[in-house]
């Protein structure tokens, strides 16, 4: 004669379980968001660092940074209408993706600077963080 063995969990292993699975999500969740939040801000730090570079050879082959005339940092991936500028334009500079920093706000840009007039001389790149808007949060800035 076969005897089984009753072989499932009772009701006081499954809630030890629970508890346990409880008391990791409750420590380990914020930190968890946290280090989320921070990749967004790293990557979109990067995103400003290679923007910097695209203006730089845009500024080498054009002879200045685009203007808002030349359609700002949309100038960086579609050749500009102005006569002038689209003849020497040897572009695309960047990849469109990147003119949105990580939470798909668009990333600011000034020629000459207007926010940061006193660390930048020639333009800035700027993203407002998570909520898109001037003074609502941490600001992310680039710039030469």
Known sequence: ??????????????MVVLFIIGMMATLGGPRILRFMSMGKETGTTAYLNELKSALALYEMHIGHYPTKQEGGLRALVDRPTVQAVAAKWDGPYIDEEKLNDKWGNEIVYNCPPEKHKDIYRYFEVISYGENGEDGGGKELHSGG
């Open 1 to 14: 004669m076969i005897v089984r063995k009753n072989e499932a969990f009772t009701m006081i292993e499954i």
